[in-house]
């Protein structure tokens, strides 16, 4: 069954049918569930944001990783800043705080930018990996089903105007670089 794509002028019919909109599209982040910290063997892995745009159901997720330069465990700080700061919980150059994602709750609103991401998965086996995409056949000999989703790109400042369309790409404005040197 083929992703049904919503671009901009368009509505989706209330369906069960699972919805990608296309790279570039802007729109508004509805948290679903608590942001929720991930743990493994009592020591925190990563925190995950569900939620929706304009009908597509989409996930953040943050890891926790440990740096190649110092060994130190912890969250890459842009990443974390850059969401607390749309979703209001954090103004340009207050501190970083990963804690505060938790804060995060169901209800909660936020502009971002979306992409898409792409995998494949066997019709035989089940497997799903983003590796086999560009192959035509699994390990296992199955045939491999495209498909895709949406991820978060980039978050946007609390206060943008989401237009629900891909933005073209080219130049960035004044603003949207500095976004991007402070996060």
Same mark, same amino acid.
Do not use: C, F
């Given at each position: 069954m083929p992703t049904q794509v919503v671009d901009f002028g368009?509505?989706?019919?209330?369906?069960d049918e699972f919805i990608t909109h296309p790279e570039g599209y802007e729109g508004v982040f509805v948290v679903s569930q608590d942001a929720k910290k991930k743990e493994r063997d009592d020591d925190v892995i990563g925190v995950e944001i569900v939620g929706s745009v304009d009908g597509a159901n989409v &996930?953040?997720? $943050?890891?926790?990783?440990?740096?190649?330069?110092?060994?130190?465990m912890g969250f890459a700080a842009f990443r974390v800043g850059g969401v607390l700061t749309a979703f209001g919980l954090r103004k340009?150059?207050?501190?970083?705080?990963?804690?505060?994602?938790?804060?995060? &709750?169901?209800? $909660?609103r936020a502009p971002c930018k979306l992409k898409i991401h792409a995998y494949g998965k066997c019709k035989s086996c089940g497997r799903a990996d983003a590796d086999l995409v560009e192959q035509d056949k699994c390990r296992c000999g199955g045939v491999i089903d495209r498909r895709e989703r949406n991820e978060v790109d980039r978050w946007l400042e609390p206060d943008a105007q989401v237009s629900g369309a891909p933005k073209a790409a080219g130049r960035q404005t004044e603003t949207e670089a500095s976004n991007d040197a402070w996060g």
């Open positions: 368009e509505q989706a019919e209330h369906v &996930r953040e997720y $943050m890891a926790r990783y440990r740096d190649k330069d110092t060994g130190k340009h150059g207050d501190l970083v705080n990963p804690t505060k994602l938790l804060d995060i &709750r169901k209800g $909660m």
